[in-house]
C-alpha cells in the first residue's frame, strides 16, 4: 500500500501549478466543459495523474483519492487546490468513477487521440507565427509546447509536427562578441562588394551564393566549400594585383586586418558572423519588416535563406536588438523620447539585474527632469521678456533632447537678442553715427528706428524706419532732425521676429561751417555759415597769453576784431546757438580757427647758410634770413637733382613730401632784424629752400645748396698688362666721378658717367707707372658741381724683367769648366745682385734657400747689351740643379730660363 505523502504533493504539484496561469486556466476550461459535456475526452488535454499524483500501478485508487481530496480541502486558501477539489467532484457529477482502474485506462486512450489533435492545432499555430521567418529554435518549441500542455511530447514528435508544417527547427546560438574595425565597415560604402564575403573570395571566379556562416562557414549551391584563411589570402594577393581603385584599396585594408586578427578558422568563422549580425542590426534600426529583411539579405549579401531567418530571429522576437546599453546611448544621444520607450520595453530585472535597471533609470530620469528644468526655466524667462535666459535655456533643452520637435521650434520663434552697447555719435557734416554690439548669430538682420516724439521706438513700427535687413552693427543717419532730441531704437530680426530694442538719443546740433579769417597788420576779419535752425552765433578770443574774451558777432555772418598785435596768434571759438521746442537754450559744439593780424605775405629772397658748431660742439650749419611781418618761415630740404618751384609760387606743403621734401629741425635764434636756424650737418647734398608759411600753403624763397656728395665705397685698381681697370661701389644717387691717377709729381684726370661705367665695366687707364689712383663723388644741381673727398688707392710698382740663361759644361776627369750666365733686359739699366744657388736632387729649388748658395754675383746692365759672366760651381752629384734668384731686394723681376739649361 502506497501511503499518500502530503508535503512531496505541496511541493510538486500544488506551489508549481500556483505559478503555471496556462495550466490552471486548461483547468478551468475542463471544468466549464464538464458541466455541458459528460465526456471523458473533455478532461483528456489535462495530465490529470500527476495532478493527483495517481500511482502508476492504479493501487489502492479509493483510499488515494479520499487522501488527496482530503488534503485539497485543507489547502482551500491556495487557487489550485480549489480547482483541482472542484473538478473532482465534477468528474463524479459527471459520473465517472476516479477510484476505478477502468476510468484511468479510458483516460489515456482518450488522451491519445486528443493529444494527436493538439500536436496538429500547435503546429498550424507555430507556422502561422513564425510565417514571416519559417524558423524556430528547439528550445522555443519546447517553450511553447509545455506552455500549451504538450511538455510530455519528444523533442523529435514536435520537430516532425512542426516542420510538417514548412517551419525549420534548428539549435539556438549566440551572438558573437567579435568588434568590426572600421577598416571592414567601410567596404560597406562600394558597392562592388555585397559583404565582407565577397572580399573574403575575392579571387574566385564567380560570387558566392548560399553563405553559411553560423554552424558553418562555407559557401554552395550543391557541393559546399569551406571559406578558409587560404583564400583570403589569395584575395589579398587578387587585391594587390588588380587595377587599382578605391574599392580595392579598401578591399586591401579589410583584408589586411582579417589576415592579421582572424588567423584562426573559428575565430574568422565568429568574425564573418559578426559582420552579418551588424548589417541585420543596422537594417531592424530602420524599421526594416522581417520579410523585407530577409529577402535582401538572402537576395543582397548571398546569405544562406535559413541563416538569414535565423540571425533575424535571433536579433528580433524575444531577443530584442535593444537592451540598457541602447538607452544610455540614446539619452547621450539626446533621444530622450526614444530611450524611454526602450526603458520600458527592455528594463527587465529578471534579465540584466535589480541594480544595473535602477542605475539606468536614474540616468534616464536625470535628463528628463534636467529637461523639465530648463523648459521651466525658459517659461519664466518669457514671462519676465528675457528672451536672452530662454533662448538659452531651450538650447540647452534641445541639446538634451533633439528630437524633440517641440523644443525647436519655440527656439525659432524667440525673438533673437537685443542689440547691446547702442551708441549715436553726432558727425561734423551734421549727421548720426549708430554703433552697437551684437552677439546673436550671423542669421539674424537689424532694422533702425528713429523717433522725435520724445520717447525711444518700442518697435518697428513705432518711428519711421531709417534701414531694415542691415547685416553690419552700424548706420549712418545722413539727415537727422536739428535741434530736437532724436531717439533711435535698434531691433535684431531673426526669420521675421524682432528682439526688443537697444535705444539711444541725441540731439543734433550743427557748428558753425566755413569760417576763414582774413588778415591786415593789426586786424582779423572773421566769417561764417549758419544752419537755418540757428538762432545765433558766439564768439570767444583766446589771446596769445591764454587770457579769453568774447567777440561782439552782430547779427550777421561776419565781424572784424580791430586792436591786434601783428604777427601774434589768436585763437577765435565759434558756437552756434540754437533753442529747443521747450525753449532751452543750447549751443553747439565749438568750431575754432588760429589767426594771426599781418600783411601781404612776402618771399624769402635773402638765405643765408654757412658752416657753424652746434651749441653741443657739433659741426652744422646756420642759415639765416630776414623774418617778414606776421608770417613764420621754414626751411625745407630737397634733394640736389630735384627740379623745385622758382621763388614766388605759391605750393601746397603736403605736396612736398612728393617731391621728397623734408622740414629742417634746428634751433631757432633772432638778432638785428634776422631769423636764423641751426641744424646738423647734413650727410649729402641737399637744397634748402625758404618758405614762408601760411595755414597749410606757402610761398616758395631763396634757396642754396648744402653739403657734400657721399664717396664710392670699396676701390680698387687691377692691372691688365700695361692696361689699369679701376672699379668701386657708386653712391645711392645720380653722381658721376672724377677719376685721377698719378706718376711721381705728374697727373691725369677724367670723368666717368655712370653709364660709361657700365659699359667698359670700370673705368681704363693706358699707364704703365702709376703708383696710385683717386675718386671723387661729383654731383650736379641747380646748375653748379660738387665734388666729394677722394678716396685713394695705392699701385704696388710693376718691376722690371730681367731674362738670363745658363751654360753648364760637362764634367771631363773630375774637372769642370766654369759655368756662363748671360743676363739682359728690355728698357731696365743698373746694377743687378744675384745669387746662384746648387741643388743635388731631382727636384728643381723653387726659392733661394732651397739650396747652397755657391756665388754671388754682380751685373751691370744698359737695357740693350747682354752681359756675360762666368762662375765655377763645386763638385755636384748628378742630378742636380743650377738657378739664378734676385738677392735680397733687387728691384727686378728674374725671369728663368729653360730647365734644360739649370739641370746638370
Request: net charge neutral; with cysteine; hydrophobic share 40%.
Given at each position: 500500500m502506497?501511503?499518500?505523502?502530503?508535503?512531496?504533493?505541496?511541493?510538486?504539484?500544488?506551489?508549481p501549478?500556483?505559478?503555471?496561469k496556462?495550466?490552471?486556466?486548461?483547468?478551468?476550461?475542463?471544468?466549464?466543459?464538464?458541466?455541458?459535456?459528460p465526456?471523458?475526452?473533455?478532461?483528456?488535454?489535462?495530465?490529470?495523474?500527476?495532478?493527483?499524483?495517481?500511482?502508476?500501478?492504479?493501487?489502492?485508487?479509493?483510499?488515494?483519492?479520499?487522501?488527496?481530496?482530503?488534503?485539497?480541502?485543507?489547502?482551500q486558501?491556495?487557487?489550485p487546490?480549489?480547482?483541482l477539489?472542484?473538478?473532482?467532484?465534477?468528474?463524479?457529477v459527471?459520473?465517472?468513477?476516479?477510484?476505478?482502474?477502468?476510468?484511468?485506462?479510458?483516460?489515456?486512450s482518450a488522451?491519445?487521440?486528443?493529444?494527436?489533435?493538439?500536436?496538429?492545432?500547435?503546429?498550424?499555430?507555430v507556422?502561422?507565427?513564425h510565417?514571416?521567418?519559417?524558423?524556430?529554435?528547439?528550445e522555443?518549441l519546447?517553450?511553447?509546447?509545455k506552455?500549451?500542455?504538450?511538455?510530455?511530447?519528444?523533442e523529435?514528435a514536435?520537430?516532425?509536427a512542426?516542420?510538417g508544417?514548412?517551419?525549420v527547427?534548428?539549435?539556438?546560438f549566440?551572438?558573437?562578441?567579435?568588434?568590426?574595425?572600421?577598416?571592414?565597415?567601410?567596404?560597406?560604402?562600394?558597392?562592388?562588394?555585397?559583404?565582407i564575403?565577397?572580399?573574403?573570395?575575392?579571387?574566385?571566379?564567380?560570387?558566392?551564393?548560399s553563405?553559411?556562416?553560423?554552424?558553418?562557414?562555407?559557401?554552395?549551391?550543391?557541393?559546399?566549400?569551406?571559406?578558409?584563411i587560404a583564400?583570403?589570402?589569395?584575395?589579398q594577393?587578387a587585391?594587390?594585383?588588380?587595377?587599382d581603385?578605391?574599392?580595392?584599396?579598401?578591399a586591401?585594408?579589410a583584408?589586411?586586418?582579417v589576415?592579421?586578427?582572424?588567423?584562426?578558422?573559428?575565430?574568422?568563422?565568429?568574425f564573418v558572423?559578426?559582420?552579418?549580425?551588424?548589417?541585420?542590426?543596422?537594417?531592424?534600426?530602420?524599421?526594416?519588416?522581417?520579410?523585407?529583411?530577409l529577402?535582401?539579405?538572402?537576395?543582397?549579401?548571398?546569405?544562406?535563406?535559413?541563416?538569414?531567418?535565423?540571425?533575424?530571429?535571433?536579433?528580433?522576437?524575444s531577443?530584442?536588438?535593444?537592451?540598457?546599453n541602447?538607452?544610455?546611448n540614446?539619452?547621450?544621444?539626446g533621444?530622450?523620447?526614444?530611450?524611454?520607450?526602450?526603458?520600458?520595453?527592455?528594463?527587465?530585472?529578471?534579465?540584466?539585474?535589480?541594480?544595473?535597471?535602477?542605475?539606468v533609470?536614474?540616468?534616464?530620469?536625470?535628463?528628463?527632469n534636467?529637461?523639465?528644468?530648463?523648459?521651466?526655466?525658459?517659461e519664466?524667462?518669457?514671462?519676465?521678456?528675457?528672451?536672452?535666459?530662454?533662448?538659452?535655456?531651450?538650447?540647452?533643452?534641445?541639446?538634451?533632447?533633439?528630437?524633440d520637435?517641440?523644443?525647436?521650434?519655440?527656439?525659432?520663434?524667440?525673438?533673437?537678442?537685443?542689440?547691446?552697447?547702442?551708441v549715436?555719435?553726432?558727425l561734423?557734416?551734421?549727421?548720426?553715427?549708430l554703433s552697437?554690439?551684437?552677439?546673436?548669430?550671423?542669421?539674424?538682420?537689424?532694422?533702425?528706428?528713429?523717433?522725435?516724439?520724445g520717447?525711444?521706438?518700442?518697435?518697428?513700427?513705432d518711428?519711421?524706419q531709417?534701414a531694415?535687413d542691415?547685416?553690419?552693427a552700424?548706420f549712418?543717419?545722413?539727415?537727422?532732425?536739428?535741434?530736437?532730441?532724436?531717439?533711435?531704437s535698434?531691433?535684431?530680426?531673426?526669420?521675421g521676429?524682432a528682439?526688443?530694442?537697444?535705444?539711444?538719443d541725441?540731439?543734433v546740433l550743427p557748428?558753425p561751417?566755413?569760417?576763414?579769417?582774413?588778415?591786415?597788420?593789426?586786424?582779423?576779419t572773421?566769417m561764417?555759415?549758419?544752419?537755418?535752425?540757428?538762432?545765433?552765433?558766439q564768439?570767444?578770443?583766446?589771446?596769445?597769453?591764454?587770457?579769453?574774451?568774447?567777440v561782439?558777432?552782430?547779427?550777421?555772418?561776419?565781424?572784424?576784431?580791430?586792436?591786434?598785435v601783428?604777427?601774434?596768434r589768436?585763437?577765435?571759438?565759434?558756437?552756434?546757438?540754437?533753442?529747443l521746442?521747450?525753449?532751452?537754450?543750447?549751443?553747439s559744439?565749438?568750431?575754432?580757427?588760429?589767426?594771426?593780424?599781418?600783411g601781404?605775405?612776402s618771399?624769402?629772397?635773402?638765405?643765408h647758410?654757412?658752416?657753424?658748431?652746434l651749441?653741443d660742439?657739433?659741426?652744422?650749419?646756420?642759415?639765416?634770413?630776414?623774418?617778414?611781418?606776421?608770417?613764420?618761415?621754414e626751411?625745407?630740404?630737397?634733394?640736389?637733382?630735384?627740379?623745385?618751384?622758382?621763388?614766388?609760387?605759391?605750393?601746397?606743403?603736403?605736396?612736398l613730401?612728393?617731391?621728397?621734401?623734408?622740414?629742417?629741425?634746428?634751433?631757432?635764434?633772432?638778432?638785428s632784424?634776422?631769423?636764423?636756424?641751426?641744424?646738423p650737418?647734413?650727410?649729402?647734398?641737399?637744397?634748402?629752400?625758404?618758405?614762408?608759411?601760411d595755414?597749410?600753403?606757402g610761398?616758395?624763397?631763396?634757396?642754396?645748396?648744402?653739403?657734400?656728395?657721399?664717396?664710392?665705397?670699396?676701390p680698387?685698381?687691377?692691372?691688365y698688362?700695361?692696361?689699369?681697370?679701376?672699379?668701386?661701389?657708386w653712391?645711392h644717387?645720380?653722381y658721376?666721378?672724377?677719376?685721377?691717377?698719378?706718376?711721381?709729381?705728374?697727373?691725369?684726370?677724367?670723368?666717368?658717367?655712370?653709364?660709361e661705367y657700365?659699359?667698359?665695366?670700370?673705368?681704363?687707364?693706358?699707364?704703365t707707372?702709376v703708383?696710385?689712383?683717386t675718386?671723387s663723388?661729383?654731383?650736379?644741381?641747380?646748375?653748379?658741381?660738387?665734388i666729394?673727398?677722394?678716396v685713394e688707392v695705392?699701385?704696388?710698382?710693376?718691376?722690371?724683367?730681367?731674362k738670363y740663361?745658363?751654360?753648364?759644361?760637362?764634367?771631363?776627369?773630375?774637372?769642370?769648366k766654369?759655368?756662363?750666365?748671360?743676363?739682359?733686359?728690355?728698357?731696365f739699366s743698373g746694377?743687378?745682385?744675384?745669387?746662384?744657388v746648387?741643388r743635388?736632387?731631382?727636384?728643381?729649388?723653387s726659392r733661394?734657400?732651397?739650396?747652397e748658395?755657391?756665388?754671388?754675383?754682380?751685373v751691370?746692365?744698359?737695357g740693350?747689351?747682354?752681359?756675360?759672366?762666368?762662375?765655377?760651381i763645386?763638385?755636384?752629384?748628378?742630378?742636380?740643379?743650377?738657378?739664378?734668384?734676385?738677392d735680397?731686394?733687387?728691384?727686378?723681376?728674374?725671369e728663368?730660363p729653360?730647365?734644360?739649361?739649370?739641370?746638370?
Amino acid at each position: 500500500m502506497t501511503t499518500f505523502d502530503q508535503k512531496a504533493y505541496l511541493a510538486d504539484v500544488l506551489k508549481p501549478l500556483t505559478r503555471d496561469k496556462l495550466l490552471l486556466a486548461e483547468i478551468q476550461r475542463a471544468l466549464r466543459e464538464l458541466q455541458g459535456s459528460p465526456d471523458v475526452s473533455v478532461v483528456a488535454g489535462l495530465d490529470l495523474a500527476t495532478l493527483l499524483a495517481v500511482p502508476a500501478d492504479l493501487s489502492d485508487l479509493a483510499a488515494h483519492i479520499t487522501s488527496v481530496d482530503m488534503f485539497l480541502n485543507k489547502r482551500q486558501s491556495m487557487p489550485p487546490a480549489q480547482f483541482l477539489k472542484k473538478l473532482i467532484a465534477e468528474l463524479k457529477v459527471a459520473g465517472h468513477d476516479l477510484t476505478s482502474p477502468a476510468f484511468w485506462k479510458q483516460l489515456q486512450s482518450a488522451k491519445a487521440d486528443v493529444f494527436k489533435s493538439k500536436l496538429a492545432d500547435f503546429a498550424a499555430a507555430v507556422s502561422l507565427e513564425h510565417q514571416a521567418l519559417k524558423v524556430i529554435t528547439k528550445e522555443q518549441l519546447s517553450d511553447k509546447a509545455k506552455a500549451q500542455g504538450l511538455g510530455s511530447i519528444s523533442e523529435s514528435a514536435l520537430k516532425l509536427a512542426v516542420e510538417g508544417s514548412g517551419i525549420v527547427v534548428c539549435s539556438d546560438f549566440k551572438l558573437p562578441t567579435t568588434p568590426i574595425q572600421r577598416g571592414v565597415t567601410d567596404i560597406g560604402r562600394f558597392t562592388e562588394y555585397r559583404s565582407i564575403v565577397d572580399v573574403l573570395l575575392l579571387a574566385e571566379p564567380q560570387r558566392a551564393e548560399s553563405i553559411r556562416v553560423i554552424d558553418e562557414l562555407t559557401f554552395g549551391p550543391g557541393g559546399r566549400r569551406p571559406i578558409t584563411i587560404a583564400q583570403v589570402a589569395a584575395a589579398q594577393k587578387a587585391a594587390e594585383t588588380g587595377k587599382d581603385s578605391d574599392a580595392l584599396q579598401a578591399a586591401q585594408k579589410a583584408l589586411t586586418i582579417v589576415r592579421t586578427d582572424f588567423a584562426d578558422s573559428a575565430d574568422l568563422q565568429q568574425f564573418v558572423l559578426a559582420s552579418f549580425v551588424a548589417t541585420t542590426k543596422e537594417m531592424l534600426a530602420r524599421g526594416e519588416l522581417l520579410a523585407s529583411a530577409l529577402l535582401k539579405l538572402t537576395k543582397g549579401t548571398g546569405l544562406d535563406n535559413v541563416d538569414a531567418a535565423r540571425v533575424l530571429a535571433k536579433l528580433s522576437g524575444s531577443t530584442s536588438t535593444r537592451d540598457l546599453n541602447d538607452v544610455t546611448n540614446l539619452v547621450a544621444e539626446g533621444s530622450l523620447a526614444d530611450a524611454r520607450n526602450t526603458f520600458d520595453a527592455v528594463a527587465n530585472v529578471d534579465q540584466f539585474g535589480e541594480a544595473e535597471v535602477n542605475r539606468v533609470a536614474a540616468v534616464l530620469a536625470a535628463a528628463e527632469n534636467r529637461k523639465a528644468t530648463l523648459v521651466a526655466e525658459y517659461e519664466a524667462a518669457i514671462a519676465k521678456r528675457d528672451y536672452g535666459t530662454a533662448a538659452n535655456a531651450l538650447t540647452q533643452a534641445s541639446v538634451i533632447d533633439r528630437k524633440d520637435a517641440r523644443l525647436t521650434e519655440r527656439l525659432e520663434k524667440l525673438p533673437p537678442p537685443s542689440p547691446e552697447y547702442l551708441v549715436a555719435k553726432p558727425l561734423e557734416n551734421g549727421g548720426i553715427t549708430l554703433s552697437w554690439k551684437f552677439d546673436g548669430g550671423a542669421d539674424c538682420q537689424f532694422i533702425v528706428v528713429r523717433s522725435t516724439d520724445g520717447h525711444a521706438p518700442a518697435n518697428t513700427g513705432d518711428g519711421s524706419q531709417l534701414a531694415r535687413d542691415l547685416t553690419a552693427a552700424t548706420f549712418i543717419d545722413t539727415a537727422p532732425p536739428v535741434a530736437k532730441r532724436v531717439h533711435y531704437s535698434v531691433f535684431a530680426v531673426r526669420r521675421g521676429v524682432a528682439s526688443l530694442p537697444a535705444s539711444a538719443d541725441q540731439i543734433v546740433l550743427p557748428g558753425p561751417k566755413d569760417v576763414t579769417a582774413g588778415s591786415s597788420p593789426t586786424e582779423i576779419t572773421l566769417m561764417w555759415r549758419l544752419a537755418p535752425e540757428a538762432v545765433g552765433v558766439q564768439v570767444t578770443r583766446t589771446n596769445p597769453d591764454g587770457t579769453r574774451a568774447p567777440v561782439n558777432a552782430g547779427g550777421t555772418n561776419r565781424t572784424t576784431v580791430t586792436g591786434l598785435v601783428t604777427g601774434e596768434r589768436y585763437r577765435f571759438s565759434f558756437e552756434a546757438v540754437y533753442v529747443l521746442p521747450n525753449g532751452t537754450r543750447v549751443v553747439s559744439p565749438p568750431v575754432a580757427i588760429d589767426a594771426s593780424p599781418r600783411g601781404v605775405i612776402s618771399v624769402i629772397g635773402d638765405l643765408h647758410i654757412a658752416d657753424a658748431k652746434l651749441s653741443d660742439g657739433r659741426d652744422g650749419h646756420r642759415a639765416t634770413w630776414t623774418e617778414p611781418g606776421g608770417y613764420s618761415v621754414e626751411l625745407w630740404a630737397f634733394p640736389v637733382d630735384e627740379k623745385l618751384p622758382a621763388a614766388g609760387i605759391e605750393v601746397d606743403l603736403a605736396d612736398l613730401d612728393g617731391i621728397d621734401g623734408r622740414r629742417v629741425s634746428g634751433v631757432l635764434g633772432a638778432s638785428s632784424g634776422q631769423t636764423s636756424l641751426s641744424f646738423p650737418r647734413l650727410r649729402d647734398l641737399r637744397v634748402i629752400a625758404a618758405i614762408t608759411v601760411d595755414g597749410n600753403r606757402g610761398l616758395f624763397g631763396a634757396s642754396a645748396v648744402v653739403g657734400s656728395a657721399p664717396s664710392v665705397k670699396n676701390p680698387r685698381v687691377d692691372r691688365y698688362g700695361d692696361e689699369l681697370v679701376v672699379s668701386w661701389e657708386w653712391p645711392h644717387g645720380d653722381y658721376s666721378a672724377a677719376v685721377s691717377w698719378f706718376s711721381g709729381s705728374g697727373a691725369q684726370s677724367k670723368s666717368v658717367s655712370r653709364a660709361e661705367y657700365k659699359i667698359n665695366g670700370g673705368c681704363r687707364i693706358q699707364a704703365t707707372a702709376v703708383d696710385r689712383v683717386t675718386i671723387s663723388t661729383v654731383a650736379f644741381g641747380n646748375g653748379q658741381k660738387w665734388i666729394a673727398s677722394p678716396v685713394e688707392v695705392q699701385i704696388v710698382a710693376r718691376l722690371p724683367v730681367v731674362k738670363y740663361k745658363l751654360e753648364i759644361p760637362p764634367s771631363r776627369f773630375g774637372r769642370r769648366k766654369p759655368v756662363r750666365a748671360t743676363v739682359e733686359s728690355d728698357g731696365f739699366s743698373g746694377p743687378v745682385s744675384l745669387l746662384v744657388v746648387a741643388r743635388e736632387s731631382s727636384i728643381m729649388p723653387s726659392r733661394s734657400t732651397d739650396g747652397e748658395v755657391v756665388e754671388k754675383i754682380r751685373v751691370d746692365l744698359d737695357g740693350v747689351t747682354p752681359a756675360s759672366v762666368e762662375f765655377n760651381i763645386p763638385r755636384l752629384v748628378s742630378p742636380f740643379w743650377i738657378r739664378i734668384f734676385p738677392d735680397g731686394g733687387a728691384p727686378v723681376k728674374l725671369e728663368d730660363p729653360p730647365t734644360n739649361q739649370l739641370k746638370g
